[in-house]
């Protein structure tokens, strides 16, 4: 018992260690919060964050191309006798992911953010061997838009972090998918806890999901990906491709449904 009361009074100094360093974060950034309270800042935030993705993207995908290709060169075995795959891409931000996937896609994109549209636009010009089906504005937790069974891939990179709910997204994407369909993940996850990268992953969580639209930095969606009741799941992990970002290590793999 008393080591029990040890390490409870150990998790209790932690907690008020990260409360301390949260309002020092927040007092730092006080402009920030006060335009989030305000409703001011998700426009703008709306606004500038395919500008931030573009820019990042373009640089983390040089360190992750060859494993990019790698995950995405399996779509090509699912091709049928017409030769084509529906894949959905959901929250497909700049159209970053346009180039790994193999010809004969027939592409339909999902984002919340309208301002995204351009960059797909530009993406698919320079990604001809693509078939653009339409980017639809909504929710990943609602696809209504989009008939059950009716896509033989998902592809969600980087967005598991931002919803409001990765347990009702998945839902979504096992009643889109059909069956045999598959689900291709790449996200950035939780460090280990007890870190003390995890700790100041919890400092800076409340201050971060304004400045990467909703962010998450301490999810553990790898716990999501395994009870959401795919028949298979296969993942690998990943180190953080930025080291100066508080984002942690990274998840990619495939579900099946």
């Known amino acids: 018992e008393p080591v029990g009361v040890e390490v409870e009074s150990g998790a209790g100094i932690m907690d008020a260690l990260v409360l301390f360093l949260q309002l020092l974060v927040l007092l730092l950034t006080l402009p920030l919060h006060l335009l989030a309270l305000l409703g001011c800042w998700q426009p703008i935030c709306k606004t500038y964050f395919p500008y931030f993705m573009a820019m990042l993207t373009a640089r983390s995908y040089k360190k992750m191309e060859s494993k990019k290709r790698e995950l995405f060169s ?3 075995d699912l091709k049928g006798t017409s030769g084509n795959v529906a894949l959905l891409e959901l929250g497909c931000g700049t159209g970053a992911n346009f180039q790994f996937y193999p010809q004969g896609c027939k592409v339909t994109c999902v984002d919340p953010n309208p301002n995204f549209e351009k960059f797909l636009t530009k993406s698919m010009a320079e990604n001809r061997h693509l078939q653009y089906e339409r980017f639809i504005v909504a929710y990943g937790e609602n696809m209504k838009q989009l008939a059950d069974s009716s896509m033989d891939v998902v592809v969600c990179t980087l967005v598991l972090c931002s919803v409001q709910s990765p347990r009702k997204v998945l839902q979504e994407v096992q009643r889109v998918l059909r069956p045999g369909g598959l689900l291709f993940f790449w996200e950035h996850v939780a460090e280990p806890q007890g870190s003390r990268a995890f700790l100041w992953q919890r400092v800076l969580e409340p201050t971060w999901k304004h400045i990467g639209d909703g962010c998450h930095l301490t999810r553990e969606t790898w ?27 990274h998840i990619m793999g495939k579900a099946v449904k």
């Not at 990906?225 to 984002?247: D, G, H, N, T």
């Open 223 to 249: 716990k999501d990906i395994e009870r959401a009741q795919f028949s298979e799941v296969q993942l690998e992990w990943q180190p953080p491709p930025f080291r100066w970002l508080p984002v942690g290590p």
């Open 74 to 76: 399996q779509i090509k």
